[in-house]
């Protein structure tokens, strides 16, 4: 089953980056951490192959020093379109704090340029990781 892209040789099969990656019907996106602070950052930005895939969406973080009340959250914008935001204040204090992961499930189209970003307004240094997983279909 042939994708418009590939796996670059320079890339593992666990790789983390903006891109994704597949593997038969199955394709898979792992941002890696990145360090969010009052801020939004894009995680994942890639154009699609020929398949449609559904896909589903996982974001987790570490807050280092997050009072009740900030907020946290992700979007998801397809073609340069936002078609998710899930922003939400986050309802615990103290001094670490892991986030429960939040999750969406969507399909992406062929050939659509994906992009996610994941914000904070707190002003601490915060871990944030998304890992996209998905099926594809119509791939010849």
């Given at each position: 089953?042939?994708?418009?892209?590939?796996?670059?040789?320079?890339?593992?099969?666990?790789?983390?980056?903006?891109?994704?990656?597949?593997?038969?019907?199955?394709?898979?996106?792992?941002?890696?951490?990145?360090?969010?602070?009052?801020?939004?950052?894009?995680?994942?930005?890639?154009?699609?192959?020929?398949?449609?895939?559904?896909?589903?969406?996982?974001?987790?973080?570490?807050?280092?020093s997050i009072d009740s009340g900030q907020a946290?959250?992700?979007?998801?914008?397809?073609n340069d379109i936002l078609i998710i935001r899930?922003?939400?204040?986050?309802?615990?204090?103290?001094?670490?704090?892991?986030?429960?992961?939040?999750?969406?499930?969507?399909?992406?189209?062929?050939?659509t340029k994906v992009k996610t970003q994941a914000?904070?307004?707190?002003?601490?240094?915060?871990?944030?990781?998304?890992?996209?997983?998905?099926?594809?279909?119509?791939?010849?």
């Amino acid at each position: 089953m042939p994708h418009t892209d590939t796996i670059p040789v320079s890339a593992s099969i666990a790789s983390t980056g903006t891109g994704i990656r597949y593997i038969g019907e199955h394709c898979y996106a792992y941002s890696g951490e990145q360090i969010i602070s009052n801020a939004i950052v894009t995680m994942l930005e890639f154009v699609s192959g020929s398949g449609l895939i559904f896909a589903k969406l996982y974001q987790t973080a570490n807050y280092y020093s997050i009072d009740s009340g900030q907020a946290a959250g992700f979007y998801i914008y397809l073609n340069d379109i936002l078609i998710i935001r899930n922003y939400e204040r986050i309802r615990v204090g103290g001094d670490y704090e892991n986030m429960a992961p939040q999750s969406i499930e969507f399909i992406i189209p062929p050939f659509t340029k994906v992009k996610t970003q994941a914000q904070t307004d707190d002003t601490s240094n915060n871990s944030f990781f998304q890992t996209l997983t998905g099926r594809v279909y119509g791939v010849e």
